[in-house]
């Protein structure tokens, strides 16, 4: 479903070149729960914005279930991450001054979706927030935060979610009750989930394990959960 | 996104910051408000001249001395030097002009009228019968100056309604004395009074006037003729027929009075009532233009808070463009977040603006500020003019800070805490 073939990003900063992806190539199917790891500078989080079209590649391919996406418009990187990814971020990443219901409600007003209050409720009861609907960020406990992030990833139905560093602002047993959460989605929900993370217990989450390190691709577990291999095409009439 | 969801998320944005929200209206109120308030002003001023004019009469042609044949004295001190004289009067009405309906001359002079131990300053006219009619004075008791009194040296005199208010109170003024002193008091004479005038509203004059026959005054006063015998005059008023050319009219009258006077240059001016009011009206407009202008500057202040505000709340609100651009906001989608936002508070701003504006213009009509009385004319085209510049410059100072969100990088702002 995912296909990255030879991408290369190099950052400038001041006169030194930082190739922070020097020819990364990696596939990852439908289903897969795969950690990324490596240290700070590793390229796992630049990685991660590509993948999520929040970044592009300055070379190499990018097939997003089969469709070269590495040289779409910006407005069409916008349109295609909104329904094709969902993003957990380690901050947390919620507005302030909205309900947890609003803010799952976030991506949809984005996609013009209609219903937008029932999906959203619906994400939150996934997560186990039904009881938290009304509350703002500052009424909910940093674990109750994340998992209200996590609706909001899921309330679109991506293809893929994106989790940077999702325990990295949390205690270990509260980041263990979200890795579960995780796994969950995983394995009874056939959610296929990236993780960013530099630490081995929640790498150990995931099924497969990607450690890189200065931009290139040094160990793969390989998928090993039975992913389902046949990537099913992206529904473009929805836009 | 839909226009309802950016209006809402506008919405929630400007309530958020309630009091930066409310200040940053301030500008914007005042200038919308002031635009109103000022151009009523103007057009009210523009209203009062108008009307005052039109009040002397109706399809008038006034005929002055010339300013170079005039002293700067004024007064009577001008009946020295007019060449305006009351046979001219008599040539323009004898000359045939199936458009001049009536001719009257005057002279105008500073009095002080005297009735018992009451006292008045008052401007006296010297004139004859016809004036009510050509100037459209009602008679609200007795009679004005008849025909008879034309050629009699009578003296008589008709009271304007503050004159005789102040004279004789609840008295009925008919058939008593009345003295108007002249030259500064040196000549006091007694007049009967034989008629008073129906109160004029607005600032007309002819409330604080006192009219009496010009043959009265001339018999008295030998220097109001001239060498050759003609009664001296400072106005003549000719009334044409409605609908008639008056600029035709006034360069037959005009070619008349060069004729009489043997000159090629005109030692008068001649105005029909119309130049007046475009004079009137050109000076309110100019008017009305100043105090807009100024108006309109404090708008554009208005608006440039509107702009400084948007930037602010743009930079403030980077984490949230972040979070927004990665759940799938394009960056139209951005845009159109905070032109709205602009849009919104302007538009707020400018109704409230229309709101106080009109307020305020209502609240000084007829006010006395010192001795004039404010008069506002509340335009439609003000309102229309102040609230599309306030929504339009709400409109421009959303989109640059719009634009500056839109390169904002997603993934710097997301690591923005």
């Known amino acids: ?239 | 996104m839909s226009v309802l969801d950016a209006l809402r998320i506008a919405v929630r944005a400007i309530v958020a910051n309630r009091l930066r929200s409310l200040l940053t209206l301030l500008g914007l109120v005042i200038g919308v408000s002031s635009v109103i308030a000022l151009i009523a002003v103007g057009q009210g001023t523009q209203k009062g001249v108008s009307d005052q004019i039109r009040g002397l009469g109706t399809d008038l042609i006034f005929i002055e001395p010339s300013a170079a044949a005039t002293t700067q004295a004024g007064g009577t001190a001008s009946l020295i030097t007019t060449t305006l004289t009351q046979a001219d009067a008599h040539a323009i009405a004898a000359n045939g002009n199936p458009a001049i309906t009536a001719v009257t001359a005057h002279i105008t002079g500073d009095t002080q009228a005297i009735a018992g131990t009451e006292n008045v300053g008052a401007e006296s006219v010297f004139t004859t019968s016809n004036y009510a009619e050509v100037r459209d004075l009602e008679v609200a008791a007795g009679s004005f100056i008849a025909p008879q009194h034309d050629d009699a040296g009578s003296l008589v005199a008709v009271l304007g309604s503050r004159v005789a208010e102040t004279l004789y109170g609840g008295i009925d003024p008919i058939g008593q004395e009345v003295r108007l002193s002249f030259l500064a008091g040196r000549v006091v004479f007694g007049f009967t009074v034989i008629g008073v005038l129906e109160e004029i509203g607005g600032a007309a004059d002819a409330n604080d006037q006192v009219f009496v026959p010009i043959t009265g005054l001339a018999n008295r006063f030998r220097f109001l003729y001239t060498p050759t015998g003609d009664l001296r005059v400072t106005q003549i008023d000719v009334q044409t027929t409605p609908g008639a050319d008056t600029e035709e009219v006034k360069q037959q009258v005009t070619d008349l009075l060069l004729f009489r006077h043997n000159r090629s240059d005109p030692d008068f001016t001649i105005e029909s009532q119309d130049d007046l009011l475009d004079a009137a009206s050109e000076v309110a407009n100019t008017l009305s233009i100043l105090l807009g202008s100024i108006a309109g500057i404090s708008l554009l202040v208005g608006g440039i808070g509107v702009m400084n505000i948007m930037l602010v709340s743009v930079t403030e609100r980077t984490r949230e463009i972040g979070i927004r651009r990665a759940v799938g906001a394009t960056g139209a989608d951005i845009v159109n977040q905070f032109v709205t936002e602009a849009l919104a508070l302007s538009v707020f701003g400018g109704v409230l603006g229309i709101v106080i504006g009109v307020v305020a213009s209502l609240l000084v009509d007829g006010q006395t500020v010192g001795d004039q009385e404010m008069t506002t004319v509340i335009q439609a085209w003000s309102i229309a003019a102040a609230f599309g510049v306030a929504a339009g410059i709400g409109l421009l100072s959303g989109l640059y800070p719009a634009w500056r969100a839109t390169v904002i990088d997603p993934i710097a702002a997301l690591r923005n805490e």
């Open chain 1, 1 to 239: 479903m995912i296909r990255l073939d030879g991408v290369r990003k190099t950052f400038t900063a001041g006169e030194t070149k930082i190739h922070a992806l020097d020819g990364v190539s990696l596939e990852i199917d439908r289903g897969e729960f795969v950690a990324i790891m490596g240290q700070s500078g590793s390229g796992k989080s630049t990685m991660m914005n590509i993948i999520g079209l929040l970044d592009r590649p300055d070379e190499g391919a990018y097939l997003l279930s089969g469709r070269n996406v590495a040289s779409l418009s910006e407005h069409a990187r916008a349109r295609l991450r909104g329904k094709a990814f969902g993003f957990v971020f380690q901050s947390y990443s919620l507005l302030p001054r909205m309900s947890a219901l609003e803010q799952v409600e976030l991506p949809l007003i984005y996609q013009g979706v209609r219903d937008r209050r029932r999906r959203a409720a619906e994400a939150l009861v996934r997560v186990g927030l039904a009881e938290r609907i009304g509350h703002r960020p500052t009424q909910l406990s940093g674990g109750e935060q994340q998992r209200v992030a996590i609706a909001r990833s899921l309330v679109v139905d991506p293809l893929v979610v994106l989790a940077d560093e999702p325990t990295g602002a949390l205690d270990t047993a509260t980041g263990h009750e979200v890795m579960t959460l995780l796994s969950d989605l995983v394995d009874q929900h056939g959610m296929t989930i990236i993780l960013v993370t530099h630490e081995p217990e929640v790498a150990a989450f995931a099924h497969r394990t990607v450690r890189m390190r200065d931009g290139q691709i040094i160990e793969d577990t390989g998928a090993s959960n039975g992913a389902i291999a046949r990537s099913a095409p992206i529904d473009e009439s929805a836009s």
